[in-house]
T-cell receptor, first 117, second 114 residues
Framework: EAGVAQSPRYKIIEKRQSVAFWCNPI?????LYWYQQILGQGPKLLIQ????????DSQLPKDRFSAERLKGVDSTLKIQPAKLEDSAVYLC???????????????FGPGTRLLVL | TQLLEQSPQFLSIQEGENLTVYCNSSSVFSSLQWYRQEPGEGPVLLVT?????EVKKLKRLTFQFGDARKDSSLHITAAQPGDTGLYLCAGAGAGGTSYGKLTFGQGTILTVHP
């Protein structure tokens, strides 16, 4: 079974530029998560999708971040415009069921490392 | 806001030594998960503990969930260089708007020297 795929793996941009990240979850997984992991910290949930609907986006900075999951499969996360403090690893994860609860194992992708100069 | 404090943040030991990593919070969690993350990769789930007082063993790793479901520990016996990595605990919210949402600790970077 193929794992969660993310691209690009690395991205360097200047502040105020835009950037987009792509995630392809494990086939058949209904729930998809985007996390932000700043160096020296644990991952922080940005947004959770169940199929193509948003379940939780309470920690997504909506003035600059946006995410979509068209057709309930792939997802993109966009930052526009980027700030220096957005430098982090952006992790995508997926889980099988629709409950999105703690009993669901989340499978993480390798992440996209973003550096904002 | 639920917070998880991990300690220590850094651990550098020799092969064969034992170690314990702690994860503490003032909040109650429905379950507690431990992950291991290697450089350039995403976290990989090691174990989920659900019941207060629960102890789970995974080869040389022993995981314990506190009786009050607010804290957990990870103990590694006879550490090996292959155990090197970032260890993360994550608590699943017990109710309300935090139900099921994972809150991660800041992680413990373990280095095991041959």
């Amino acid at each position: 079974e193929a794992g969660v795929a993310q691209s690009p793996r690395y991205k360097i941009i200047e502040k105020r530029q835009s950037v987009a990240f792509w995630c392809n979850p494990i086939s058949g997984h209904a729930t998809l998560y985007w996390y932000q992991q700043i160096l020296g910290q644990g991952p922080k949930l940005l947004i959770q999708f169940q199929n193509n609907g948003v379940v939780d986006d309470s920690q997504l900075p909506k003035d600059r971040f946006s995410a979509e999951r068209l057709k309930g499969v792939d997802s993109t996360l966009k930052i526009q415009p980027a700030k220096l403090e957005d430098s982090a690893v952006y992790l995508c994860a997926s889980s099988r069921g629709t409950s999105g609860g703690p009993e669901e194992t989340q499978y993480f992708g390798p992440g996209t490392r973003l550096l904002v100069l | 806001t639920q917070l998880l404090e991990q300690s220590p943040q850094f651990l550098s030991i020799q092969e064969g030594e034992n170690l314990t990593v702690y994860c503490n919070s003032s909040s109650v969690f429905s379950s507690l998960q431990w992950y291991r993350q290697e450089p350039g990769e995403g976290p990989v789930l090691l174990v989920t503990v659900v019941t207060g007082g629960e102890v789970k063993k995974l080869k040389r790793l022993t995981f314990q969930f506190g009786d009050a479901r607010k804290d957990s520990s990870l103990h590694i016996t006879a550490a090996q260089p292959g155990d090197t990595g970032l260890y993360l605990c994550a608590g699943a919210g017990a109710g309300g708007t935090s139900y099921g949402k994972l809150t991660f600790g800041q992680g413990t970077i373990l280095t095991v020297h041959p």
